[in-house]
């Protein structure tokens, strides 16, 4: 089966950096995503990675690494807006590498 | 502009009762999703379909019920076998293969009284 750990809270300070972490266990890694959901909003994608590496997408980056089964969204230059739950989710071929398996969410706070 | 709808936002049901959820979506997606969230929880996967009249079970399909006539819509019914309906459900879609991009609906949120 598969498996996503990352922190279930962060509270960060508006226009400071904040790195949230994702390790993953599965059997036939094709990608990792990230995707942003406002309370009692839709998610929305962020990022995705495929490849080891660093994706950057404005003030959000995402990393990769497969050997390490390790990755992190990276949010730059905070604003309250980015209050919100991030989550990671793997494609993988033991769900079929068209769906995701979506981890349990990081609920960040920014505060002034 | 192209999107993806739910209805209703908010839907009451008395236990033993059936209930659909609607999903319509207009973006030519061939893949659609639902997807149960409780609180403080990530998305489950219930039912997916990569294309039109098939599909397959999620993570936890028991308890509801799919169609896929029409590529543009994915209703999903909670049946009364479901134990704990009582939840956020989201429905997506999305393109075949690439990165996997999926966009999402509002959401309908289902409470069973």
């Known amino acids: 089966g598969q498996s996503l750990e990352q922190p279930s809270e962060v509270t960060a300070v508006e226009g400071a950096i904040v790195q949230i972490n994702c390790t993953y266990q599965?059997?036939?890694?094709?990608?990792l995503s990230w995707y942003q959901q406002h309370d009692g909003g839709a998610p929305t994608f962020l990022s995705y990675n495929g490849l080891d590496g660093l994706e950057e997408t404005g003030r959000f980056s995402s990393f990769l690494s497969r050997s390490d089964s390790y990755g992190y969204l990276l949010l730059q230059e905070l604003q309250m807006k980015d209050s919100a739950s991030y989550f990671c989710?793997?494609?993988?071929?033991?769900?079929?590498?068209?769906?995701?398996?979506f981890g349990t969410g990081t609920r960040l706070t920014v505060i002034p | 502009d192209g999107g993806i709808t739910q209805s209703p936002k908010y839907l009451f049901r008395k236990e033993g009762q059936n209930v659909t959820l609607s999903c319509e979506q207009n973006l030519n997606h061939d893949a659609m999703y639902w997807y149960r969230q409780d609180p403080g929880q990530g998305l489950r996967l219930i039912y997916y379909?990569?294309?039109?009249?098939?599909?397959q079970k999620g993570d936890i399909a028991e308890g509801y019920s799919v169609s896929r006539e029409k590529k543009e819509s994915f209703p999903l019914t909670v049946t009364s076998a479901q134990k704990n309906p009582t939840a956020f459900y989201l429905c997506?879609?999305?393109?075949?293969?690439?990165?996997?991009?999926?966009?999402f609906g509002p959401g309908t949120r289902l409470t069973v009284l």
């Open positions: 989710a793997v494609r993988d071929r033991e769900k079929g590498a068209n769906n995701l398996f």
């Open positions: 599965t059997s036939g890694f094709y990608g």
């Open positions: 379909s990569q294309i039109v009249n098939d599909f």
């Open positions: 997506a879609s999305s393109i075949s293969g690439g990165r996997n991009e999926q966009f």
